[in-house]
C-alpha cells in the first residue's frame, strides 16, 4: 500500500492500491456496522444478568417498569438458551489458576 503523505514516499507506482482506494484492506461502512451489532448482540446476551440488576436499581420514572420487563424478558430468553451458565463456565475456566 501506498501511503503518498508521507514525506519520503515513492511517486505512486501504477496498478498500487493506496490506503484510501477501494482495493484497500479495510471494511465497508456497511459490513463494519453488522460485525459490531453481531458483537453489541453477543456482549448483551452474556451479560442478561447484569443487565437485569441495573434494571433493577433504576430510579422510579415513567417507563421504569417497561425497562424491567424488557430485562426480565431478555434474561428469561438467555436463561432458556443456557446462555448464562455458558459464561458462567466460561468465566470459571478462564479464571482457572488465578489466586
Given at each position: 500500500m501506498q501511503?503518498?503523505?508521507?514525506?519520503?514516499?515513492?511517486?505512486?507506482?501504477?496498478?498500487?492500491?493506496?490506503?484510501?482506494?477501494?482495493?484497500?484492506?479495510?471494511?465497508?461502512?456497511?459490513?463494519?456496522?453488522?460485525v459490531l451489532?453481531?458483537?453489541?448482540?453477543?456482549?448483551?446476551?452474556?451479560?442478561?444478568?447484569?443487565?437485569?440488576?441495573?434494571?433493577?436499581?433504576?430510579?422510579?420514572?415513567?417507563?421504569?417498569?417497561?425497562?424491567?420487563?424488557?430485562?426480565?424478558?431478555?434474561?428469561?430468553?438467555?436463561?432458556?438458551?443456557?446462555?448464562?451458565?455458558?459464561?458462567?463456565?466460561?468465566?470459571?475456566?478462564?479464571?482457572?489458576?488465578?489466586?
Open positions: 501511503q503518498p503523505w508521507m514525506p519520503d514516499a515513492p511517486p505512486p507506482q501504477p496498478g498500487v492500491p493506496d490506503d484510501f482506494s477501494r482495493a484497500s484492506a479495510t471494511l465497508p461502512v456497511g459490513a463494519a456496522l453488522v451489532g453481531a458483537v453489541w448482540l453477543l456482549l448483551l446476551m452474556g451479560r442478561s444478568g447484569a443487565i437485569l440488576d441495573a434494571a433493577y436499581g433504576l430510579p422510579i420514572l415513567p417507563g421504569t417498569e417497561a425497562l424491567i420487563a424488557l430485562a426480565e424478558a431478555w434474561h428469561a430468553g438467555m436463561e432458556a438458551l443456557g446462555v448464562p451458565a455458558l459464561t458462567q463456565r466460561l468465566r470459571a475456566v478462564l479464571s482457572w489458576g488465578r489466586a
